[in-house]
């Protein structure tokens, strides 16, 4: 299991646009990938809608966990696509 936490940057927060290249991206990988809220909430990482029950605005920190084959490369690029504001800024 590999895992890190990120914070959401962007300005509009992890809304449709941003959950979709999420899960586009975690889709490419066979681990298992879990987005877990500051609360404990988590869901799939490969779910739009799990994604978008989060309700992730600027600000908030994240834990992206994955298990697997995968695990790590899965965590960094997907680290990476929230540290870019996933292209918005």
């Keep these: 299991m590999f895992s890190t936490e990120v914070t959401i ?4 927060g992890f ?8 899960v586009e991206k ?3 990988y066979q681990s298992q990938i879990k987005v877990i809220r500051e609360d ?5 990482g490969k779910s739009i809608l799990g994604l978008m029950t989060l309700e992730l ?4 920190k994240i834990i ?4 697997g084959v ?3 490369e899965a965590v960094e690029e997907l680290s990476q696509l929230i540290e ?4 918005e800024e």
């Design 40 to 44: 404990g909430t988590e869901v799939d």
């Design 57 to 60: 605005t600027k600000g908030k």
């Design 26 to 28: 975690s889709n490419k």
């Design 84 to 87: 870019s504001k996933f292209g």
């Design 64 to 67: 992206i966990e994955a298990d």
């Design 9 to 12: 940057l962007n300005k509009e």
């Design 70 to 72: 995968d695990e790590k």
């Design 15 to 22: 809304h449709a646009r941003p959950a979709q290249l999420f």
